[in-house]
Every structure is written in C-alpha cells, then in structure tokens.
C-alpha cells in the first residue's frame, strides 16, 4: 500500500513552465512503476506520462512531443513531471498514479492500483 500527494499545479499563460510533484508513503517508493494522468471537464482521464520503478523507462503520450519530462528520485520517494511550453489543452487535473512492480501497461488507466487526489493546472491563452 502507498499514499500519494500531488503538489505544483497552479495557474500559468501559455508557453510557460509547471513542474508537479507527487509525494509518496506507506511501502517502499521502488516497489512501484509510477505514471501522470490528467482529466478535463466532461474528458476521460487520460495517460500522460509513465516511468518504471528504477526511472530507466519512460514513455510519453503523443500529445507532450517532448515538451515534458517524468523523473522521480526514489530517495525521497518522490515522483515529478515537468512541463515545459504549455497550451491550453494541457489544463487539467493532473493525478499521480503508482502500479504494483511488473505490471504491464503502463499507458492505461487500469494499470494503476494507487491514485492521488490530483492537483490543478491551468494554462491561459
């Protein structure tokens, strides 16, 4: 089991820069896979970003074209996201999610055992 916090949304103009951070707690930070998701008003809840338990494996979502970057630091048992050159269509809540070791999928919401309660990023024109 293992509780998690997101902090770092916040309102920004597009173009801009956001870095979210997740905290976690309970079981051994390394003993999860790790992802971002985000859901908008009336959207599903979309993948955003995975990286596996020892941060060598990340993927992305098409949508980020490089513009952001998962990281974590496993040390602090922390998960981080950042987001460079935002757009409008990033605003969302923004969700930290942990899957138990080994799980595969990690782009789908279902592979994910753990959520945060999300924090906000709004991005302005």
């Known amino acids: 089991q293992v509780q998690l916090v997101e902090s770092g949304g916040g309102l920004v103009q597009a173009g801009g820069s956001l870095r979210l951070s997740c905290a976690a707690s309970?079981?051994?930070?390394?003993?999860?896979?790790m992802g971002w998701f985000r859901q908008a008003p009336g959207n599903q809840r979309e993948f955003v970003a995975a990286?596996?338990?020892?941060?060598?494996?990340?993927n992305y979502a098409d949508s980020n074209k490089g513009r952001f970057i998962i990281f974590r630091d496993n040390a602090k048992s922390t998960l981080h996201l950042q987001m460079n050159s935002l757009k409008p269509e990033d605003t969302a809540i923004y969700y930290c999610?942990?899957?138990?070791?080994?799980?595969?999928?990690?782009?789908?919401?279902?592979?994910?055992?753990?959520w945060g309660r999300g924090t906000q990023v709004t991005v302005s024109s």
């Open positions: 999610a942990a899957a138990p070791l080994g799980t595969r999928g990690l782009d789908v919401l279902r592979s994910y055992r753990y």
């Open positions: 990286i596996n338990w020892n941060g060598f494996d990340t």
């Open positions: 309970g079981r051994p930070f390394s003993d999860y896979d």
